[in-house]
C-alpha cells in the first residue's frame, strides 16, 4: 500500500469513527450509519481548500432530516486527529469537510519512490483480469493518416496504462480484409494494371484512387508483364489483392512500429469467413430467437437490446453485412476469455455503438463488458492555420508525414494530450519547435535538466556518478539524508505531486483516460521547473544539497515512469 493509500485510510477512518460517537452520543439519527460505506474523498479544486475533502455531510442530508452543514460542522466537532497526518478540519460551503494535512507526511515520499523505482506506482486493482485493447484495425487499403494516429496513440496508452493498473492486457488489430471494400480495392488494382499496360481504363467510381496503387501496379508489371491478362477476372483479382494487401499490412507494419506501437495480434477478418464463424454465429442467433427473417433479408432484433431499430445481417442477397462479421468477431474475443472487450474507434463510428452493444447481449454476453472509446476528429494546424492536404501528394496528411516532421515524442505526446473525446487541434509548428510552449520539450527538458544537475553534483564530488537507469538509492544509503530539510512551498509542492502519482494512475485507468498521464507530466514537469528557479539545489550546506539531490532523483524517476506509460523518450541530455 502507497503512503498516499494510507494517509486516505487514516482520514477515511476518522469520519468513520466521528459518525460513529456523535450517533452514539446522540448527535446525529442512526440512519446516517446507512452511508458510512459512502465515505469518498475528493482533492479539492483549490489548494486552500485543504488537501481532501469529503461530501459525506451532502449525501447524508435526507437520511438525517438535517441541513448538510449542520451534519459538516457536528461531525468536524467529533473528529479526533490525535497521532495522524491531519493537522486542521474545517467545514466549507454548503457542507464539504476539508482536511488539511502536516506536510511532515510527504517525509516519507523520496523513500517510497526510491525503493520501489520504475515500480513505484504499479496497482493491483486489475487483479490480472484479462482485457483486450483492440484499436487503429485500418482498412488496408492505403496508408494510415493523422486520425489513425491519434487512435493508434490513445490505443497503445490505454494500453500500458492498463497493464501498470494490474490487468492482464492484449492489443489487437483487427485486419478488415474481406467484404465490399476489398471487392472494391481488388477492381481498382485491376485499373491500375490495366492502366500500367497502358489500356485506357477507368478506376470504378467508389473504388480507391490513390496514387500509391499506380506505384503498386507498376512494379507488378516491371515484375510479370501482361502475365494476369488472360486469367479469369476474379482469379486476376485475387492474385492482386493478396499482393497489394501484403505491401500495405508491410507499410502499416512498419509505421506502426515507428511509431511505437506494436500489437499481440493481428486478427483476420477473411478468418472469420473461411472458418464459417459469420454462418455459426448467424445461426446461433437465429435459434435464440434474435434473427428473424423479412423479405429474404435476416435482421437482428436490436430493438429488444436498446437499439434504435431492427439491422439487417444477411442481405436479401445472401452476402453478410459488416454488423455480421463484426458480431462473429466479438463473439471470438469473448470466447478467447477477455472480460473486457475495448475498442477504439473513429469519430464517424459513434452510431454503430448501440448496435454492437445489441448483438453482444443478443449472444449472451454482458454488454457492458463491450468498452467503445470514441477517438474524435484531429484538426492539423501549421502556425495556427489549417492544414488541409499533403504537400507532397494532395491528399490526406499521412502519419508518416507527421512523424517526419515533428517526430515520433511530439506527435505521440500532442495525439494523447486531450481527452480522446473532444477535438484535436495538432498544431505541427509548436510540436517541432524546441521551446517552452511546446509539452513535449517542456516536459523532456526537465528530465534533462535534472540528469544534467545529478552530472554536476557528481563531476563536485557530493555523490558517485549514476550509470543509466540507476537511481540514488543504487549507490547511496538515503537513511542519511535529512528528507526533513524540504519545507519551502516548492519542495512541498514537488513532494505532493510525486505522491500522488499512484493516485493518478489509478483515476486514469478506471475512467480509462490515458490522456490524465500526459498532463501529469506536464504538471509534474511544471513542479519541478518552479522548484528548479525557487531552490538552490546545489550549495554550501551539503546536508541540504543532498536532501535536494535526493528529491532531483526522484522526480527523475516518477517522470521517466510517465513518459514511459506514454510511449515517449526521456532524453538525458537536450
Known sequence: MYLLDQVKNQITAIIQRALERAVAQG?????????????????????????????????????ARMAPRKIAEILASYMDLTNSSVEKVEVAGPGFINFHLNPT?????????????????????????????????????????????????????????????????????????????????????????????????????DGYHGEDLKILMAEVVAEVGDKYLDLEPEERR??????ALKRKLADIERDLREFRVYFDNWFSESQLHQEGAIEDTVRELQANGSIYDDGGALWLRSTQYGDDKDRVVIRENGIPTYLAADLAYH??????????????????HHGYISRMKAGVAALGFDPESLIVKIVQLVTLLRDGEPVAMSKRTGKLVTLAEVIEEVGVDAARYFFIMRSADSQLDFDLSLAAAHTEENPVFYIQYAHARIASILRQAADLGHLPQLAVGQSLGDVINLATVDVSLLTNDSELALLKKIAFWPEEVKVAALTMEPHRIARY????????????NASRVISADSALTMARLSLVDTVGIVLRTALDVLGISAPERM
Open 105 to 205: 507526511w510527504l517525509n516519507q515520499v523520496i523513500g517510497e519512490v526510491q525503493t520501489a523505482g520504475s515500480q513505484y506506482g504499479q496497482l493491483e486493482i486489475g487483479e490480472g483480469e484479462a482485457v483486450q485493447v483492440e484499436f487503429v484495425s485500418a482498412n488496408p487499403t492505403g496508408p494510415l493518416h493523422v486520425g489513425h494516429g491519434r487512435g493508434a496513440v490513445v490505443g497503445s496508452v490505454l494500453a500500458n496504462l492498463l497493464g501498470k493498473a494490474g490487468y492482464q492486457v492484449q492489443r489487437e488489430y483487427y485486419i478488415n480484409d474481406a467484404g465490399n471494400q476489398i471487392y472494391n480495392f481488388g477492381l481498382s488494382l485491376e485499373a491500375r494494371y490495366f492502366q500500367a499496360l497502358g489500356q485506357d481504363v477507368s478506376v470504378p467510381e
Open 27 to 63: 448527535a446525529l439519527p442512526a440512519e446516517i450509519l446507512d452511508n458510512s460505506g459512502m465515505i469518498a474523498l475528493e482533492v479539492p479544486r483549490e489548494e486552500t481548500h485543504g488537501d481532501w475533502a469529503t461530501n459525506l455531510a451532502m449525501i447524508s442530508a435526507r437520511a
Open 331 to 348: 463473439k471470438n474475443k469473448f470466447e478467447r476469455g477477455f472480460s473486457k472487450v475495448i475498442n477504439i474507434w473513429g469519430a464517424d
Open 521 to 532: 507530466a506536464h504538471e509534474l514537469a511544471g513542479a519541478f521547473h518552479s522548484f528548479y
Open 238 to 243: 485475387t492474385i492482386l489483392t493478396k499482393f
